[in-house]
């Protein structure tokens, strides 16, 4: 073994020395008081990937994520946390002083949307773009786990490239905390995910588990596999646009709620919807000041259903002709449209409503709307939201591609979600209620609170024409018998004596009607059985 | 007198003079509904006919009885005589009043009444007949020694005949089909290409509308006023003249707005244009309500045009300034009664203007049909001095099987100052909502500084308008009053917002703010705007001037009275979206208009342009209708302005035409398709 002197071994001496002037350099700063560093810090923070990013991101039509933030709370109401973390990486000269920026890759924390509060995180695409590191999931985690405690709803704002790649497993176990935290708080407080920016791989659970995914038009996408990996395993072409642009997710997979113009629309809207909702499942849908009669008669109505029963009317007439204001907050609107979905107020009071569109292939149940209007009601039921059903339904969609791909399975979630809410529950059957969709339809076999039939309904097991083949099979008189089975059956009647609806109401009245029974409904108190978790079929 | 300036007018009870017991009104929409108030007034049944889709309207459900004629085309319902005459049979009904269009100058239709010993309401079929066909109108006219238009009183074979007699005549002519009326199947010719264009045009569309493709030509009179002058006669050979309609401004030959009485006519002129009127009634031994219509040229020398022999539409004006009810002196000439009145006793009373609101869009050829549901609907009632005579209500279809016309809107005055006021604040106060409508339009004429002068003719709109109607051009101080209603409204519409009943985890607002920095965007210009609020009092800064806007900002009502600046306006609130969106009619005219924070709109900037789509290649169908002919094939070579097809709505005929010279890269539309509004017809390379 060979001895040296120092001077004898340069490189070594040499490496030493710079290490240590580097160290100095940005972790000794004694020359600054800790006030000063405070400041350094914090204005670090303030400009998250610095300018040319930040110019970047403006070049691509996005905001940073501290804008967004400002846009979308109340002015001077945000309060941030853990602007001071860092990542703890020290692999591949992560550790380096210039790869550090305080508050890593998302900005987290607390404000008011007009004045009530809200967590939430956005997601930096110009620190790392974006990218999910152990201490970014920890910051969205601590904020989660106070907005569980305290009771108030989440917002998250993502726009990130996916895994840290560098943080490897670490990188991993915080998406999984942050699942975790999406499941745990799943029916406790409303989750929103806003898709400001990419979101792929496994980063896209955590929308998916939230109550509520959105979209910015052209500048977002939500994939598993990015168009190369799709092209290398199955030699599709494809772009990120088609493989998961927001038009793809919001009229073909149903994985967006909705879409916007882009991030200024996006996040005005996010504040509009936000008033829909209550806090936590602790409190009541919100009541905000009405100016719309809550006794206005809607004359429309009275003649919005076509004598024939086979024409089709559009049911956001009914829709919007009966809420406040006409104000109608469509949930999914381009998805599975034979079903309409959304939020609405009545009298000032959050409701959700759900209804059956004749406009579009005759307003049947399939697998896509089943889906659909599931969720939707288990959010409602899970909100305390109450929910306003409009009929008219000619039953489930038949054939082959409903029934391989489970239609019985899918329609049952239906089925199941308006028999086990406890919300108050109203229905109003405008027309056709046929077969095994009009008990799913928010029936009062299923709890319904308050069922009304319109004039123009008609409860029964299928049409005429088909209900007088089967009966009167083979027999001559088909037409006569079709006639006595609609002057016995297309009308309300057969449910009215029964009590299956509680009144046959003018349509022009509905609006009133409502009203008045969600004031009598709203300390309504049910309860299910006791049970560890009900079990949806999934 | 003014018994009939108002629906309120109507509630006098009419001199209970034995008529008919039960009236069946051959009719659909306003007239019908206009012909049974009066006879609930007189005590009078009526039977509604309808077609399947019109089960539920207005008129259906006014009416004592209702019978169902056919399906929704007109010649199947409407025009289905055979149907008709059995309703009647059903029904006992022993009158018929046709309204106007329809049959009601169908001398066939008046025959089989008469053999049914059916009472029809109108004329007898003989003037039917005689004012019914120009070319022999005219020549009775003539005879009568009433001033006639220059010009070719045969029919016309075809385009080389119709070239021949318009050079003798001398250019312009107007082709007109021999059986028309209101505006169908005519023509304006300047030069022979023209000729053969209009003739062709004219015989297709008379051949539609009337079924019955007679041409004739005349000298066409540049520039002149149409005059009408309504006239009343019974069957004793007794006939009134009732003052006349100015019915200049028009648009494709269609009325728009119409007065009575005409700001052009002295004593002398009315009464010398009255006696011609009456001389022709009696000529034709006519009774009944009728309307002779002249052209009047800027000397006031007036031509002939031609005799209405029925109701017209534009009646109630008539009505307004005379106080006499037509319909109800209709049905008892029709009974045979005597005239009440004496020339004496019919005067001017007032000034009344008559609005057509149409279901149309004005910025296209000054209103091309529009269809839709009415979502809202609203009409001015609670204002004094206005009439609004309608068959449609809140909820109604207009669509594309009838006349688009929503409304008659008649405001009612002292003078016509007075009455044009009316009609302003009419316009402002009428709430419709589902299909675009014809009110921007109607508004910007009533104040337009040539028509309150009286400066008019026929040919007002094209020459107001050269470049087509593009909606009400806002002063500076307009488009303040615009600007600072809208940013108030928004702020109202904030503040509501965070107003939560009972909810006690809502943050405590610290000292509600009172002041705020908004930018708002109208026609792509920016202006930051202060606003500061005092209850309901916004005053919002502009460019360093001042606007105070107060109001009770009810954010569910359509209506938006407002104070602004002192003045009473009422605006309406189209559409407010949470993006900060809002269209507001201003004026008669909606303007959209967003509203930011100053933070919102310093982001702006970095928003994303969305790039429209390219219109030059892509021909769309401007309004719901039919396609009657295609006359490209993919791989055809078009020149720019080149027909492409032609779309029938509403029984007119429009020619699409190519914007560009190009290759036709795809055909989406057949004849005898139905398109509706914005659908693709044709791709251009």
């Given at each position: 073994m060979a001895t040296y002197t120092v001077g004898q071994i340069p490189y070594a001496g040499a490496l030493t020395r710079s290490k240590v002037l580097q160290n100095a350099r940005c972790y000794s700063v004694s020359h600054l008081s800790v006030q000063e560093r405070i400041e350094q810090k914090r204005k670090a923070a303030l400009t998250g990937g610095g300018q040319l990013r930040i110019a970047a991101q403006h070049k691509r039509g996005k905001l940073t994520a501290r804008e967004r933030l400002e846009l979308l709370l109340d002015p001077d109401s945000f309060v941030e946390y853990d602007m001071f973390v860092e990542h703890r990486c020290s692999d591949f000269g992560m550790e380096a002083d210039h790869n550090k920026y305080p508050g890593d890759s998302v900005v987290t924390g607390q404000g008011r949307i007009n004045g009530r509060l809200v967590y939430v995180f956005s997601q930096d695409f110009t620190v790392f773009g974006g990218s999910l590191s152990g201490a970014h999931a920890q910051k969205i985690c601590k904020i989660m786990d106070q907005a569980m405690m305290v009771g108030a709803p989440v917002i998250g704002l993502n726009d990130s490239g996916g895994a840290r790649i560098q943080e490897g497993v670490e990188s991993l176990a915080g998406y999984a905390d942050i699942f975790l935290r999406n499941v745990m708080a799943s029916g406790v407080v409303p989750q929103i995910s806003l898709i400001m920016g990419p979101c792929a791989g496994g980063a896209v659970y955590s929308p998916a588990l939230t109550d509520f995914t959105f979209m910015v038009k052209d500048t977002s996408y939500l994939f598993i596999t990015g168009p190369d990996v799709v092209k290398s395993v199955t030699n599709e072409d494809v772009t990120q646009e088609e493989l998961g642009g927001a038009k793809t997710h919001t009229t073909v997979s149903g994985v967006a709620h909705r879409a916007f113009e882009n991030d200024i629309d996006a996040l005005l809207n996010l504040r509009n919807f936000f008033?829909?909702?209550?806090?936590?499942?602790?409190?009541?849908?919100?009541?905000?000041?009405?100016?719309?009669?809550?006794?206005?008669?809607?004359?429309?109505?009275?003649?919005?259903?076509?004598?024939?029963?086979?024409?089709a009317y559009d049911m956001l007439d009914i829709v919007h002709g009966v809420l406040d204001e006409r104000e109608f907050f469509e949930i999914m609107p381009n998805y599975a449209k034979n079903i309409v979905v959304g939020f609405a107020r009545m009298n000032g009071r959050t409701v959700g409503i759900v209804g059956n569109q004749p406009k579009v292939a005759s307003g049947c149940l399939d697998i896509n709307s089943s889906v659909k209007g599931a969720r939707f009601v288990r959010f409602c039921d899970a909100f305390n939201i109450p929910i306003i059903t409009f009929v008219d339904v000619p039953g489930f969609l038949p054939g082959t591609a409903q029934e391989y791909g489970g239609i019985i399975r899918h329609g049952a979630k239906l089925l199941y979600a308006f028999a086990e809410a406890t919300v108050p529950k109203i229905t109003v059957i405008t027309r056709?209620?046929?077969?095994?969709?009009?008990?799913?339809?928010?029936?009062?076999?299923?709890?319904?609170?308050?069922?009304?039939?319109?004039?123009?309904?008609?409860?029964?097991?299928?049409?005429?024409?088909?209900?007088?083949?089967?009966?009167?099979?083979?027999?001559?008189?088909?037409?006569?018998?079709?006639?006595?089975?609609?002057?016995?059956?297309?009308?309300?009647?057969?449910?009215?004596?029964?009590?299956?609806?509680?009144?046959?109401?003018?349509?022009?009245?509905?609006?009133?009607?409502?009203?008045?029974?969600?004031?009598?409904?709203?300390?309504?108190?049910?309860?299910?059985?006791?049970?560890?978790?009900?079990?949806?079929?999934? | 007198m003014a018994a009939y300036r108002s629906a309120a007018g109507f509630q006098r009870v009419l001199h209970a003079v034995k008529t008919f017991d039960k009236i069946l009104i051959a009719n659909r929409g306003e007239i019908a509904c206009r012909v049974i108030k009066t006879c609930k007034k007189m005590g009078i049944k009526t039977v509604a006919v309808h077609s399947d889709v019109d089960?539920?309207?207005?008129?259906?459900?006014?009416?004592?009885?209702?019978?169902?004629?056919?399906?929704?085309?007109?010649?199947?319902?409407?025009?289905?005589?055979?149907?008709?005459?059995?309703?009647?049979?059903?029904?006992?009904?022993?009158?018929?009043?046709?309204?106007?269009?329809?049959?009601?100058?169908?001398?066939?239709?008046?025959?089989?009444?008469?053999?049914?010993?059916?009472?029809?309401?109108?004329?007898?079929?003989?003037?039917?007949?005689?004012m019914g066909d120009k070319i022999e109108s005219?020549?009775?006219?003539?005879?009568?020694?009433?001033?006639?238009?220059?010009?070719?009183?045969?029919?016309?074979?075809?385009?080389?005949?119709?070239?021949?007699?318009?050079?003798?005549?001398?250019?312009?002519?107007?082709?007109?089909?021999?059986?028309?009326?209101?505006?169908?199947?005519?023509?304006?010719?300047?030069?022979?290409?023209?000729?053969?264009?209009?003739?062709?045009?004219?015989?297709?569309?008379?051949?539609?509308?009337?079924?019955?493709?007679?041409?004739?030509?005349?000298?066409?009179?540049?520039?002149?006023?149409?005059?009408?002058?309504?006239v009343l006669a019974d069957k004793h050979g007794n006939a009134l003249w009732l003052n006349e309609r100015e019915c200049s401004i028009q648009r494709r030959n269609q009325k728009v707005v119409e007065e009575a009485p005409s700001t052009f006519l002295d004593p002398d002129t009315r009464r010398a244009m009255g006696e011609q009127a009456v001389s022709l009634a009696k000529a034709v031994k006519y009774s009944s309500a009728g309307t002779v219509e002249f052209l009047v040229d800027s000397k006031k020398n007036f031509y002939f045009l031609e005799m209405n022999t029925r109701l017209q539409v534009?009646?109630?004006?008539?009505?307004?300034?005379?106080?006499?009810?037509?319909?109800?002196?209709?049905?008892?000439?029709?009974?045979?009664?005597?005239?009440?009145?004496?020339?004496?006793?019919?005067?001017?009373?007032?000034?009344?203007?008559?609005s057509r609101v149409y279901a149309e869009d004005p910025y296209k050829s000054f209103g091309l049909p529009s269809i839709g549901r009415l979502s809202q609907y609203q009409e001015p009632l609670d204002l004094h001095n206005v009439r609004v005579d309608s068959g449609i209500e809140e909820g109604s279809d207009i669509s594309i099987y009838y006349d688009p016309m929503i409304s008659k809107l008649v405001t009612y005055g002292k003078t016509r100052e007075e009455a044009l006021k009316k009609m302003?604040?009419?316009?402002?106060?009428?709430?419709?909502?589902?299909?675009?409508?014809?009110?921007?339009?109607?508004?910007?004429?009533?104040?337009?500084?040539?028509?309150?002068?009286?400066?008019?003719?026929?040919?007002?709109?094209?020459?107001?308008?050269?470049?087509?109607?593009?909606?009400?051009?806002?002063?500076?101080?307009?488009?303040?009053?615009?600007?600072?209603?809208?940013?108030?409204?928004?702020?109202?519409?904030?503040?509501?917002?965070?107003?939560?009943?009972?909810?006690l985890r809502v943050s405590v607002v610290p000292a509600e703010s009172r002041q705020w920095e908004l930018c708002v965007e109208l026609d792509k210009g920016l202006h930051m705007l202060g606003v500061s609020r005092s209850g309901n009092n916004y005053t919002v800064e502009i460019d360093g001037e001042k606007v105070e806007v107060s109001g009770e900002w009810n954010l569910a009502s359509a209506l938006l009275p407002l104070t602004i600046n002192g003045k009473h306006r009422t605006l309406q609130c189209l559409l407010r979206t949470a993006a900060g969106e809002i269209t507001l009619q201003y004026l008669g005219t909606s303007f959209k208009l967003r509203v930011l924070s100053k933070l919102a709109a310093s982001l702006s900037k970095h928003m994303p342009e969305k790039v429209p789509e390219d219109t030059s290649s892509i021909l769309r169908s401007p309004m719901p209708g039919s396609v009657v002919a295609v006359s490209v094939k993919p791989g055809d070579n078009v020149a720019e302005g080149q027909e492409i097809c032609v779309i029938e709505a509403m029984k007119m005929q429009n020619s699409m035409t190519a914007a560009k010279a190009a290759k036709v890269k795809s055909v989406h539309c057949k004849a005898g398709d139905t398109v509706g509004e914005g659908d693709l017809l044709v791709e251009l390379e």
């Open positions: 008033n829909f909702l209550p806090l936590s499942n602790k409190d009541p849908a919100p009541v905000t000041e009405c100016h719309d009669p809550r006794d206005r008669l809607v004359p429309g109505l009275d003649t919005i259903v076509p004598f024939e029963s086979t024409k056709k209620a046929y077969g095994g969709a009009y008990d799913v339809m928010s029936s009062k076999h299923l709890r319904g609170d308050v069922n009304y039939a319109w004039p123009s309904a008609e409860v029964a097991v299928m049409g005429a024409k088909g209900a007088v083949q089967i009966i009167f099979r083979g027999k001559e008189n088909q037409a006569e018998a079709e006639a006595e089975y609609v002057e016995k059956f297309a009308n309300p009647f057969p449910a009215a004596v029964r009590g299956f609806v509680d009144d046959i109401i003018q349509p022009s009245t509905t609006r009133k009607r409502i009203c008045r029974d969600l004031e009598v409904l709203a300390s309504k108190k049910q309860t299910n059985p006791w049970k560890k978790h009900a079990n949806i079929p999934l | 089960s539920s309207a207005v008129h259906v459900k006014m009416a004592d009885e209702a019978v169902c004629v056919g399906p929704a085309p007109t010649n199947k319902s409407y025009l289905n005589m055979d149907a008709i005459m059995n309703a009647i049979k059903q029904t006992g009904a022993q009158a018929v009043h046709p309204g106007y269009g329809f049959l009601s100058e169908n001398k066939e239709f008046a025959k089989r009444l008469a053999a049914e010993g059916v009472s029809f309401i109108g004329p007898d079929t003989h003037a039917i007949q005689a005219k020549l009775i006219a003539k005879a009568a020694k009433v001033n006639t238009i220059p010009g070719y009183d045969g029919v016309v074979k075809d385009a080389e005949e119709a070239v021949k007699i318009a050079g003798e005549i001398g250019y312009p002519v107007m082709i007109k089909a021999s059986a028309g009326g209101g505006g169908k199947g005519m023509r304006i010719a300047w030069n022979d290409e023209e000729t053969r264009e209009g003739f062709r045009f004219s015989s297709q569309e008379a051949a539609s509308s009337f079924g019955d493709d007679r041409l004739l030509i005349e000298k066409f009179i540049d520039n002149p006023r149409h005059i009408e002058i309504q534009e009646h109630p004006i008539t009505e307004c300034i005379t106080g006499l009810d037509l319909v109800q002196q209709m049905i008892r000439i029709a009974m045979g009664y005597k005239l009440q009145h004496k020339q004496s006793d019919i005067p001017i009373n007032g000034w009344a203007i008559e302003e604040e009419a316009l402002d106060n009428y709430v419709i909502r589902g299909v675009t409508h014809n009110i921007p339009l109607l508004r910007e004429i009533i104040v337009h500084p040539r028509f309150v002068s009286g400066d008019i003719s026929t040919k007002f709109l094209p020459e107001v308008y050269p470049d087509g109607f593009k909606g009400h051009m806002l002063t500076a101080g307009e488009r303040r009053e615009l600007l600072a209603t809208a940013a108030a409204l928004y702020v109202a519409a904030q503040l509501r917002s965070q107003k939560f009943l009972g909810d």
